[in-house]
């Protein structure tokens, strides 16, 4: 089977947006109230998975995703603490309802209630209940909850500990994801996420997060950011560091996806990143719509590019299913309890 | 020829630092009178040279840098606009001895007097009396001057037009360099660089600045950041923003360097980046030290991975010569002169 382990709810339901809407409005005023939960039927819901994400699952080949709510719209900046909290909920609630209606199709990641200033182990609550009660697979871990003033710790610092404590008790991975940019100097898609990737490799490879947590794990998006083309650099301070070689201090903890949008860069994946390290991901529908027109296919087709790599099937099956197994053991136990 | 279009004097003469540490001592001690400019000998000098970077010039088989002051140590953040003139005045002045003693085997690129919150009109007079009086041939332009707080505006913004429209005067392209980063969440060389080169690229996609400047040319440094490994998405991403093919919207006026510290990312960088937009580069003795046990040869000898590549004559000459030659016509016209 195949699994896509970077997907958001991106075609979510309008009443969702209209809640949020409401929910941000009510910064303003303080008198109004905050609004109820959107109210989303079943049919809405699958209106708006089965013309999309799961039509394009189909139509590329792939079986299933891993799939968390829209990245850019978890703007953990708005707001409050109890703004983050009402709007992480009513997300992860739709992702929720979005794996029990396609379970054979979508596996559930929460995003966190996280706020700026505020302390980390506040998110636990919400991370249990999404995967204790809910069944997810996983979390999204944004490093810059300020939204492009990155006025938060080092992913390294203790301030994390917490939450990274809860995921190995729960033995769950966590993709770090940057939401939106209010910093005029980044583009959303264009860098603050590609930024975060890179930066996030880097604060590994000063730190010693893996030697505390050794069951902790990440993947980094979008192919690692920066960090596969600039491999010689990486590894180069992380010897001017005095720092282990890379395989050990951080590739054992740390994966990638495969959210590369051209043949080259994937090939350059590929070619650089251990196969074990890799997991096939589109973020389909995501940052990047609409087709290349060098290929006329969508630049987020991603296992397009893979395809064409010269992969023993054991590699492939590696990159498509069975690195996605390990490093989210809850799909793989919820896959085997499916007979499959 | 072969121009290498990215050093710095990292290793500058000790007397250098013990200005700069006075300088900063005084911050804090506002009865304290400034200190006076280093006294560094030509010997002194020569010998910083003649052992370091001129050495392995020779031993690599190169020709000559283009030279400008340790980036790293700009540090446009400590102190205000006096603080970074002073700084700026002995940093450029000691390049334009370098020249003065190597002709032959350095052109000189200035650091700029910017100042977080400071218009950058300020930083004109010190270009013109570097380009105009001392020789020099570009300058360095911090995109980040509050050192990884972001505090600036886009590089498209009309905030920079002023010293933009200088440098279209001058006929001198700039390199898109910060410095060091007071953000504990960026290590300077391996995230606050790379973000910094994405980030500028991304803000050129969204803007106009090339339209409006056609003359205009910059350099962005360590291989461009992350955008040749995700060229795609950057094709992507102009065309969800509706602007023109980066060909012809970017690509006239932006160029990279090959600072990329291996093999397949050196590959990667010829293989979707038109010849005409590389110049060599090593940053050599910069951010990277040491020997690739991978290699056995240094990481920063990017030249060994460019004669890797199969290049036509032509196209190797370009990248070693010509488009360094394009890009800064004034080192084009010093050569010329002297007959080279």
């Known amino acids: 089977m195949i699994i896509d382990c970077h997907g958001h709810y991106t075609t979510a339901p309008s009443p969702l947006q209209a809640f949020r809407d409401a929910q941000l409005a009510c910064l303003d005023d303080p ?40 990245a850019s719209a978890m ?19 739709l992702i929720h309802r979005v794996v029990d209606l396609f379970p054979d199709h ?35 871990l944004n490093p810059d909850p300020s939204g492009g003033h990155w006025t938060s710790m080092p992913l390294t610092d203790k301030y994390w500990y917490p939450l990274y404590e809860k995921m190995v008790e729960l033995d769950i991975p966590a993709m770090i994801h940057v939401s939106g940019s209010c910093n005029a100097n980044f583009h959303a898609t264009g860098a603050h996420y590609i930024n975060a990737d890179t930066t996030a490799f880097m604060q590994f490879i000063q730190g010693d997060l893996f030697r505390d947590l050794p069951g902790l794990r990440f993947v980094i998006p979008h192919g690692g950011g920066a960090v596969p083309y600039h491999w010689g650099r990486y590894r180069g301070l992380a010897g001017m560091l005095k720092r282990p070689p890379l395989p050990k201090h951080v590739m054992r903890n740390v994966f990638f996806d495969t959210c590369v949008y051209h043949q080259p860069g994937i090939e350059l994946l590929f070619k650089v990143i251990d196969i074990d390290n890799i997991l096939f991901g589109s973020e389909m529908i995501g940052a990047v719509r609409g087709n290349d027109p060098e290929t006329g296919f969508p630049y987020d087709d991603t296992k397009r590019y893979i395809d064409c790599l010269d992969l023993t099937e054991n590699d492939r099956r590696k990159v498509y299913e069975l690195n996605a197994r390990r490093v989210y053991p809850r799909l793989d136990a919820s896959l085997k309890a499916r007979g499959k």
């Open 31 to 70: 008198g109004a109230s905050p609004p109820r939960p959107p109210e989303i039927s079943d049919d809405a819901i699958r209106e708006s998975i089965e013309s999309n994400q799961l039509r394009l699952l189909r139509e590329r080949g792939a079986d299933m995703t891993i799939f968390s709510p829209k």
């Open 75 to 93: 703007a953990h900046h708005l707001g409050d603490e109890a703004t983050s909290k009402a709007w992480t909920h009513v997300c992860n609630d």
């Open 106 to 140: 979508f596996a559930g990641v929460c995003q966190l209630p996280q706020s700026p200033g505020v302390p980390i182990k506040n998110s636990i609550e919400e991370l249990d209940r999404c995967v204790s009660e809910l069944g997810f697979v996983g979390c999204n």
